[in-house]
């Protein structure tokens, strides 16, 4: 098996300006993640970041990250509109996958691949039960039926999505709201799993359930063999037909 190449990217921009979210991810949320993923040998993982030259994927990078992992905040402005296109040409005509985490719900990447918005009503940290609504799904596996974050940023409905192909998981927070907080989308050749626990005050990448999501989701969105290789233009057609004779 060859090993899926992983990037994640990160704004990281809270964690030097907040001495408290310093705290909990001394070298950026992104290397907790990495952290975690590096346990398994099957991947191989980068990081990127906004202030890096072209803004932490030029072309080398991107076009060969299999699944890319985004997490933004405070600049989603700052990102580049090329860079967009590229990402969105990237999952869409070429399959690669895509795992947009917490406030990336209002990034500019997501919203172009989704079509919405990403719009939601939020409000103070408070405990979140993430309930587990497709146990049999790839990305629930080794997830109980429930689990608690004693701590994360409120996130309310409604969200401003279209309706995901697959809900995988749910959430309910202690003042009453709800929210669709784990989210499959099929988009064109590309897999995007939207999750969103990882408020960066919080300590949801300490989580061994969040981080056990986030790596059953780097599989699930990993590009099918067949995908990189469709082309954007029907020049098979006669090919095919002639050769079946039809
Ligand atoms: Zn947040």
């Known amino acids: 098996m060859s090993k899926i190449n992983v990037t994640i990217w990160n704004e990281f921009t809270h964690e030097k300006q907040n001495e408290y979210v310093k705290s909990i991810y001394p070298d950026g949320l ?53 860079l967009v296109a590229r990402i969105r040409r990237r999952i869409i005509s070429e399959g690669m996958g895509f795992i947009p985490l917490h406030s990336a719900h209002a990034s500019k990447i997501f919203c ?73 989308f099929y988009r064109g050749l590309g897999k995007v799993f939207y999750f969103q626990p990882g408020h960066e005050s919080c300590r949801s990448f300490h989580n061994p359930y969040v981080l056990k999501i986030i790596s059953n989701a780097v599989y699930w969105t990993a590009p099918n063999k067949f995908g990189v290789n469709v082309p954007t233009s029907c020049p098979w057609i006669p090919s095919v037909t002639e050769k079946h004779g039809i």
């Not at 975690?36 to 890096?52: G, I, K, P, S, W």
């Not at 030029?58 to 990102?79: A, E, F, K």
């Not at 103070?124 to 429930?146: K, R, T």
């Open 30 to 82: 992104h290397a907790a993640i990495k952290k975690h993923l590096d346990t398994d040998e099957n991947l191989n993982v980068r990081l990127a970041a906004l202030d890096d030259p072209h803004q932490g994927l030029p072309d080398d990078v991107l076009n060969s990250t299999d699944v890319l992992l985004w997490w933004g905040h405070m600049r989603h402005g700052d990102v580049s509109d090329d």
């Open 112 to 184: 172009s691949v989704i079509g919405t918005d990403g719009a939601l009503s939020w409000g103070d940290d408070q405990p979140e039960i993430v309930w587990n609504l497709l146990p049999s799904h790839p990305i629930a596996s080794g997830i109980p039926d429930h689990f608690v974050l004693e701590l994360e940023e409120l996130y309310g409905e409604p969200f401003n999505i279209p309706q995901p192909d697959e809900l995988v998981f749910a959430s309910w927070f202690k003042n009453g709201n709800i929210f669709r907080s784990g989210c499959c």
